[in-house]
């Protein structure tokens, strides 16, 4: 397990676009029969998606949320010494997106940028690089961008992940300040590899018969270039971990639940997360939730959640715990020590 704690660090500004195009779960008549469509909705806890259009990708989204933090902000472009692009739905193999995105933002070329690649636990770990790489002598700023259009590798005859995944794209600005320490936990477990996958790729070549569509468990079509998840063991998985895993930060941060104000949890499923702060006895008005009108927005959803449901809530300081778990298998929390984050509003693309 790798603990971290970091000071004099913390996030400045947040913000977060998401497609206009909105998709409801209740017109999923022709893949859920209709008299199982409200208790699919009340157990998921996803009313609606928005879903972008098929030449909109997360890096798109993730350049607006850039443009308007940094707008609403006053940064200038040349003060940012890296750029981080967390997605597992980038523009291409190669090269990597965040270099496009360092061009199109108009930032330095002596700008530091690479990607990481991660499943829904992917933004505590890519806040925890740009928490590090802000620490170090020389680097001021960084801005971290998270976005994911999962609705591109999933199937809309999938009647596991189709009722479950929305498309968003958000903005971090991580840089040096007067703020407290911030510890992460990070947890991987590789031997769950199969749980969530896509299995076309460099393991097994994508070929003509990779593109075809298939029938697979229980009736759910997708071809290998999609993403397959088994929901019981990611359920199974995520209680016995996440829990465990925000108790031990508890105790390693010499803290209580009621230290903190506000427990963000990656945002998978409304009946996991309700099992969650029962297991934890925290008070639900401490629990921001988006997914009833977002869904399941992978790596995206905790910074999502944070400017959907904390603006104007982060004057001053607050203790901020972070949860999230997905692919690999990996999970995380974080308690992050916030003073003054000014998060703009959701918009549109």
């Given at each position: 397990?790798?603990?971290?704690?970091?000071q004099g660090v913390g996030i400045?500004?947040?913000?977060?676009?998401?497609?206009?195009?909105?998709?409801?779960?209740?017109?999923?008549?022709?893949?859920?029969?209709?008299?199982?469509?409200?208790?699919?909705?009340?157990?998921?806890?996803?009313?609606?998606?928005?879903?972008?259009?098929?030449?909109?990708?997360?890096?798109?989204?993730?350049?607006?949320?850039?443009?308007?933090?940094?707008?609403?902000?006053?940064?200038?472009?040349?003060?940012?010494?890296?750029?981080?692009?967390?997605?597992?739905?980038?523009?291409?193999?190669?090269?990597?997106?965040?270099?496009?995105?360092?061009?199109?933002?108009?930032?330095?070329r002596e700008t530091m940028c690479?990607?990481?690649?991660?499943?829904?636990?992917?933004?505590?770990?890519?806040?925890?690089?740009?928490?590090?790489?802000?620490?170090?002598?020389?680097?001021?700023?960084?801005?971290?961008?998270?976005?994911?259009?999962?609705?591109?590798?999933?199937?809309?005859?999938?009647?596991?992940?189709?009722?479950?995944?929305?498309?968003?794209?958000?903005?971090?600005?991580?840089?040096?300040?007067?703020?407290?320490?911030?510890?992460?936990?990070?947890?991987?477990?590789?031997?769950?590899?199969?749980?969530?996958?896509?299995?076309?790729?460099?393991?097994?070549?994508?070929?003509?018969?990779?593109c075809v569509e298939r029938e697979?468990?229980?009736?759910?079509?997708?071809?290998?270039?999609?993403?397959?998840?088994?929901?019981?063991?990611?359920?199974?998985?995520?209680?016995?971990?996440?829990?465990?895993?925000?108790?031990?930060?508890?105790?390693?941060?010499?803290?209580?639940?009621?230290?903190?104000?506000?427990?963000?949890?990656?945002?998978?499923?409304?009946?996991?997360?309700?099992?969650?702060?029962?297991?934890?006895?925290?008070?639900?008005?401490?629990?921001?939730?988006?997914?009833?009108?977002?869904?399941?927005?992978?790596?995206?959803?905790?910074?999502?959640?944070?400017?959907?449901?904390?603006?104007?809530?982060?004057?001053?300081?607050?203790?901020?715990?972070?949860?999230?778990?997905?692919?690999?298998?990996?999970?995380?929390?974080?308690?992050?020590?916030?003073?003054?984050?000014?998060?703009?509003?959701?918009?549109?693309?």
């Open positions: 397990m790798a603990t971290i704690n970091f400045k500004a947040m913000s977060a676009c998401v497609p206009p195009g909105v998709v409801d779960n209740r017109d999923l008549g022709y893949l859920i029969p209709e008299e199982e469509i409200d208790k699919t909705i009340n157990n998921i806890g996803i009313e609606q998606r928005r879903i972008a259009d098929a030449d909109v990708t997360a890096s798109d989204l993730c350049y607006k949320a850039a443009r308007q933090l940094m707008d609403d902000n006053g940064i200038d472009p040349a003060s940012i010494d890296v750029l981080l692009f967390m997605s597992q739905t980038p523009d291409y193999r190669i090269p990597a997106t965040s270099c496009l995105l360092q061009h199109r933002l108009g930032l330095p690479f990607d990481i690649s991660l499943g829904c636990s992917g933004y505590l770990y890519a806040l925890s690089t740009a928490f590090a790489y802000a620490s170090m002598q020389g680097i001021n700023r960084v801005l971290l961008l998270d976005g994911e259009t999962f609705s591109k590798i999933v199937n809309r005859r999938d009647k596991v992940d189709w009722p479950l995944y929305g498309d968003a794209g958000t903005a971090t600005l991580v840089e040096k300040g007067d703020y407290g320490t911030s510890t992460f936990m990070l947890n991987t477990d590789g031997s769950g590899e199969d749980v969530l996958k896509v299995h076309a790729g460099m393991r097994h070549p994508i070929t003509a018969d990779s697979r468990e229980d009736g759910n079509i997708r071809t290998e270039l999609e993403v397959f998840m088994d929901g019981m063991d990611v359920f199974n998985f995520a209680i016995s971990k996440v829990p465990k895993s925000i108790k031990l930060l508890l105790q390693q941060t010499n803290r209580t639940i009621d230290d903190v104000d506000y427990l963000v949890f990656h945002q998978a499923n409304r009946f996991m997360m309700d099992f969650f702060v029962k297991k934890l006895k925290i008070s639900p008005e401490h629990v921001p939730y988006c997914i009833g009108k977002y869904g399941n927005t992978s790596s995206a959803s905790v910074p999502l959640t944070i400017v959907s449901e904390l603006a104007g809530k982060l004057d001053g300081e607050h203790t901020v715990v972070m949860s999230a778990f997905g692919a690999g298998l990996s999970w995380g929390s974080a308690m992050v020590a916030m003073r003054d984050c000014k998060i703009s509003p959701v918009f549109d693309y």
